[in-house]
């Protein structure tokens, strides 16, 4: 398969997703708004791709020519030279909105528009288009160059030809691809968030501590990672965010996000990005 790949965004999952897409061979330009963004990206994939040499899953060749496939970016329009574009922004309707508002207007005629929102409606995504058939969700997990998931999800008008176009691309880029129907959250994060969500709630209710029930889930249910550490992973604020939509799409009081965990966002502990969650992972 023959194409080159713009990703807009340069966080956690933005450089993930390039980091990947260059290592399957494929050209890669990796777009955001803040040069200091996109250096901290590219010095994040230098040292993953070092991780992988020293462990001695790709050789050293390898990660130099995967480096050498990712060009930088800080204006949207370098997306004018790629046939398919993944937006991976903070998940936040009104940035998302914006961002293929521009890529419709930027990106070439029948460009792959992909975006790897975590639970937001990809049928009210492509609504912001004139081409909502070649619009379509592509949800990787966290950490992107290790987990083989991905979601496949179709907006109500992604064309035939686009969803099998985004289930190669994923084979392509070592991926398993699951196809999942536009509703809140998906599936994933359908099944995910009200399991982190009780979890704070055991914690808030003092029924056990961070640490005990992470315990418990992985010894006991035997996730390789608790709930809690989880969500420190994911972000807190991404959280209460993907449990809003859910909220919102499907009215269910069950998905209303726990005090305690808008807390930990208003304090601004955030998880592994700010140094302080549910753990403290200051000096890491």
Request: net charge neutral.
């Amino acid at each position: 398969m023959t194409e080159t790949i713009a990703v807009i965004g340069a966080g956690q999952m933005g450089n993930g997703i390039a980091h990947v897409a260059a290592q399957a061979g494929f050209a890669v330009t990796m777009i955001d708004v803040s040069a200091d963004a996109v250096a901290r990206a590219r010095t994040t994939i230098e040292r993953n791709l070092e991780r992988q040499v020293k462990k001695g899953t790709i050789d050293a060749a390898l990660a130099a020519a995967t480096l050498g496939r990712i060009a930088t970016a800080t204006d949207i329009g370098a997306v004018s030279g790629a046939t398919v574009a993944i937006e991976a922004a903070t998940e936040r309707r009104d940035l998302k909105f914006r961002i293929f508002e521009d890529l419709d207007r930027l990106a070439p005629a029948g460009a792959l528009l992909a975006t790897n929102t975590s639970s937001i409606s990809i049928t009210e995504i492509a609504a912001r288009t004139t081409r909502p058939g070649d619009v379509i969700g592509m949800h990787f997990m966290n950490p992107v160059p290790v987990m083989k998931l991905v979601e496949v999800i179709r907006g109500l008008a992604t064309s035939d030809a686009t969803a099998a176009r985004t289930v190669a691309l994923a084979r392509a880029l070592g991926k398993t691809p699951v196809e999942a129907s536009d509703y809140p959250g998906f599936i994933a994060n359908r099944v995910l968030m009200p399991m982190i969500n009780e979890a704070v709630y055991c914690v808030m209710e003092g029924v056990g501590t961070a640490e005990a029930v992470d315990e418990v889930m992985k010894l006991g249910m035997n996730h390789p990672m608790g709930p809690l550490a989880l969500a420190d992973l994911i972000g807190l604020d991404t959280c209460v965010a993907i449990l809003d939509v859910l909220y919102d799409g499907l009215g269910d009081p069950k998905y209303r996000a726990c005090p305690l965990l808008r807390k930990y966002v208003a304090a601004g502990w955030l998880g592994r990005k700010a140094g302080r969650g549910f753990y403290n992972y200051k000096g890491e």
